[in-house]
Nanobody, 127 residues
């Protein structure tokens, strides 16, 4: 069992930066691929970024590519999402999630394929 807790959200002006953290409990964090998703009001939850168990493989949604960076520190049981050049359309609740897979295998962009979820952290970008 893995429990996930996000932090680092807040209010920021367009063009600013935030770093989200996802702290995990349990001894198996380092064996799981992880992802960040977000959900804006009235919209479906969407994929943002994913990272393999070792951090050696990453992938991003086109909308955040070049602005966001996903990373992890398995020694600290923590995953991060560095968000730069934020835009108002990035406003959403951001969720971290973990899969019972080590690699970025098939369907890693599908939220239904993740086994553990955090409670979410609000990110609001003002124009």
């Amino acid at each position: 069992q893995v429990q996930l807790v996000e932090s680092g959200g807040g209010l920021v002006q367009a063009g600013g930066s935030l770093r989200l953290s996802c702290a995990a409990s349990g001894r198996t964090f380092g064996t799981k691929a992880m992802g960040w998703f977000r959900q804006a009001p009235g919209k479906e939850r969407e994929f943002v970024a994913a990272i393999s168990w070792s951090g050696g493989s990453t992938d991003y949604a086109d909308s955040v590519k070049g602005r966001f960076t996903i990373s992890r520190d398995n020694a600290k049981n923590t995953m991060y999402l560095q968000m730069n050049s934020l835009k108002p359309e990035d406003t959403a609740v951001y969720y971290c999630a973990a899969r019972n897979y080590m690699a970025l295998s098939n369907y890693y962009q599908d939220s239904r394929k993740y086994d553990y979820w955090g409670q979410g952290t609000q990110v609001t970008v003002s124009s």
